[in-house]
């Protein structure tokens, strides 16, 4: 089993940056594609990057593109989140995932959920 826990949320400003940390346990994390999902109050939980287990391929929603690098570390078991250039409507629950298959948009790829860190922008 996988367990997924993440930290490094906050309150920030618009323009300013955070860094999101995923740790992961468990002897199968190498195996493992991660990414990052958010999900806004009233809305579905939506895909924002993802990395394949190789910490080489990385793809992004086309709304952090440009603004967000996702990295992982396997030799620690964490993937993270570099959100630069924040906006308002960055504000989410920012989710951590995994899965045995790649990562796709859609969250029903994921395996493994980690509880959600709250990220809010402030205008």
């Known amino acids: 089993q996988v367990q997924l826990v993440e930290s490094g949320g906050g309150l920030v400003q618009v323009g300013g940056s955070l860094r999101l940390s995923c740790a992961a346990s468990?002897?199968?994390?190498?195996?493992?594609?991660t990414g990052w999902f958010r999900q806004a109050p009233g809305k579905g939980r939506e895909f924002v990057a993802g990395?394949?287990?190789?910490?080489?391929?990385?793809y992004y929603s086309d709304s952090v593109k440009g603004r967000f690098t996702i990295s992982r570390d396997n030799a620690k078991n964490t993937v993270y989140l570099q959100m630069n250039s924040l906006k308002p409507e960055d504000t989410a629950v920012y989710y951590c995932a995994a899965a045995r298959a790649a990562i796709t948009m859609s969250p029903l790829t994921v395996d493994y959920w980690g509880q959600g860190t709250q990220v809010t922008v402030s205008s």
């Open positions: 468990g002897p199968t994390f190498s195996i493992l594609n």
């Open positions: 990395v394949l287990r190789n910490a080489i391929t990385t």
